[in-house]
């Protein structure tokens, strides 16, 4: 890219720039694809974030105005204050507005852009959203993450809390797609599976689960896909007893947890991402089969002596 004397450069903004504004992904896409656009045209540019979103990046709090020739608005509605002292902020600049609603045309956070290239308007043929021709993304491995805080059964044992915690901190650093899920069918709560037959079809689309309960392991290897489980009761408990009974390795117990921190929870992903997907899946095979022991044919031979009275 080549450098433009200071005053020629293109301050790039949106909602996501605006320190109670919030960064969506169809925000920020729109602006890849603006920024793509100009990368191609040479044209050098600046994006001012959020700070709630981008602690470290430049925020318009710190923006030189004197520094900018142009400013560009990406994106979402406008209309409001925080667009409306943008226009007072940077009267010198020649400002645009691009892939934007606009509600109400006469507003002053509309009026005041030079121009406004506007992705759907009252009078205008509606014009594809800019996230659609964004350049296109890597994969990332899409996680289920199904936790417990309760058990209140083990009493001391219990680590459930300080597992919890250490997990989501160390799931928040990893780059893939997060999904909170539950087992507890309900037939009342939308945002929850009423079958067993509904939490299944979301288990075998993922890549990963992450759970620190029994039926979360269990659930996930018979879906083929494979589970890092960690046991929250100190000493282990019925996670690693499970673990034990359909020979998974990708276990981390709680005291583990807590004397080496999260590079064991790091190397068993590694390997759930790798060679766990053929171990899940085998063992989805032999669940299938009816290989292993159960119980459940034990019981019915136990029941046949058995008579009331």
Request: with cysteine; hydrophobic share 45%.
């Amino acid at each position: 890219m080549h450098q433009e004397p200071h005053a020629s450069r293109i301050l790039l903004t949106g909602w996501f720039s605006f320190p109670d504004g919030e960064a969506t992904a169809g925000d920020v896409l729109a602006l890849r694809r603006v920024e793509d656009v100009l990368r191609r045209a040479g044209l050098t540019y600046d994006v001012a974030w959020s700070p709630g979103f981008r602690p470290g990046a430049l925020h318009l709090a710190d923006v030189p105005p004197e520094r900018y020739e142009r400013l560009v608005f990406v994106c979402g509605p406008l209309h409001g204050p925080q667009i409306e002292e943008l226009h007072r902020r940077f009267s010198h600049c020649a400002r645009i507005a691009v892939g934007t609603s606009v509600i109400d045309p006469d507003d002053p956070a509309v009026t005041g852009f030079h121009r406004v290239l506007a992705r759907d308007a009252p009078t205008a043929e509606p014009a594809r959203d800019l996230a659609a021709r964004a350049p296109a993304l890597p994969a990332r491995p899409v996680v289920g993450v199904i936790l417990t805080h309760g058990q209140h059964e083990y009493g001391r044992a219990r680590r459930h809390d300080a597992v919890a915690r250490e997990v989501t901190a160390w799931l928040r650093g990893k780059d893939c797609a997060r999904l909170e899920l539950e087992t507890r069918l309900d037939t009342h709560d939308w945002r929850l599976c009423a079958t067993p037959a509904q939490l299944e079809a979301v288990l075998l689309r993922l890549d990963l689960v992450v759970t620190d309960r029994l039926h979360g392991l269990v659930l996930a290897l018979r879906a083929g896909t494979p589970a890092l489980a960690v046991d929250p009761v100190a000493g282990g408990a019925k996670v690693t007893a499970q673990a034990r009974a359909c020979g998974w390795p990708a276990l981390v117990r709680a005291e583990r947890l807590e004397r080496l921190g999260t590079a064991e929870l790091d190397r068993w992903w590694r390997w759930c991402l790798a060679s766990g997907r053929v171990a899940a899946r085998q063992l989805r095979e032999e669940f299938a089969a009816g290989t292993g022991r159960d119980g459940a044919e034990e019981l019915a031979a136990a029941l046949r002596p058995l008579r009331a009275g």
